[in-house]
């Protein structure tokens, strides 16, 4: 199956009350297990791609052939959204052009009447294109390529406003955090998000820094219209640790455990692991 845009997937999402997860990549051997678990579980999957991340991967027209051509040699016949994550005004226009799918302009850090206009802009070239639209009202806290914001919440009527210029999914901060989530984290302002949802309908919500969020968090927040959850950090984290593991246990140094293939084995089934137990708790999991 070709890159399909998120729109599709995350309105049945909305309408199903599960999520689909985002789950951001880092080269070759995070996007196959991704999609490997994506197709095994057979669960609709958004590919996401920070700014930084594409500059790793050689660029963001790298990472787009990579991933079309992953999605043809393995076969994956479930819906694959590749999604340009907290794009600048001009990191949108790249990623455009590069094939992606979907993108996010994060226009928080504006005043809000810059990001309502650079929005509305992105709204006309994406629906001509075809592709999803994600906007963020109200900066996640945390650290993500080198900006730290604390776990704000958003304006609900901010949400709204910006919501109305017809994007198709909406980030909006309800003291979500980036990254590692500190010992004296409040938690979720449910508050928040379901004065979000009142004013912004039907609009399928975001919820970034969806690791170390607790799972009864993570299942109110979709039952209170949370259709998409970004992971990252958690697949960082598994990763490291099973390479950890295996170089602490010398297994580098017996026969040719040295060859790459095999001294990534064990992080890239980690991921995979990650994976699923999000999928599953996300309930996507044989939706596509
Ligand atoms: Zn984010």
């Known amino acids: 199956m070709a890159l399909v845009s998120a729109k599709e997937m995350l309105e049945k999402a909305r309408d199903g009350k ?39 991967m050689a660029g963001f027209k790298t990472v787009a052939n990579m991933v079309k051509g992953m999605i043809e040699c393995l076969e994956i016949t479930v819906p694959v959204a590749l999604h340009l994550d907290h ?37 006309g070239v994406c629906n001509k294109l075809g592709l999803s639209l994600e906007a963020e009202v109200g900066a996640i806290g945390g650290e993500e390529d080198g ?27 309800i003291g979500n955090i980036h990254g590692k989530y ?24 975001v919820l970034h820094g969806g690791t170390g969020i607790p799972t009864d968090m993570i299942k109110k927040a979709i039952s209170l219209g949370v259709a998409k959850i970004n992971v990252n950090t958690e697949c960082q984290l598994a990763f490291t640790a099973a390479t950890r593991k295996y170089i602490e ?9 040295f060859d790459p293939r095999k001294l990534l084995a064990p992080g890239t089934q980690a991921i995979k692991d990650t994976v699923k137990e999000k999928m599953e708790i996300f309930g996507s999991v044989g939706k596509a």
Do not use: H
């Open 18 to 56: 599960y999520a689909v997860g985002q789950f951001n990549i880092n080269n070759l051997e995070w996007t196959k297990s991704i999609l490997q678990t994506a197709e095994e579980l057979k669960s609709p999957v958004i590919l996401g791609v920070s700014e930084g991340a594409g500059k790793y």
């Open 87 to 123: 794009g600048t005004y001009e990191g949108c226009y790249k990623c455009i052009d590069a094939g992606f799918s979907s993108i996010m302009f994060d226009g928080s850090k504006l005043p809000i009447e810059e990001n309502v206009a650079k929005t509305k802009e992105l709204v």
């Open 147 to 173: 900006v730290i914001g604390r776990g704000e919440c958003a304006d609900p009527d901010e949400c709204k406003k910006i919501a109305d210029l017809g994007v198709d999914m909406l980030a909006a901060g």
């Open 182 to 205: 500190p010992a004296d984290w409040p938690g979720l302002s449910f508050d928040t998000l379901a004065a979000v949802k009142k004013k912004v309908g039907k609009m399928p919500l």
């Open 249 to 257: 246990e010398g297994k580098d140094l017996v026969g040719k455990g």
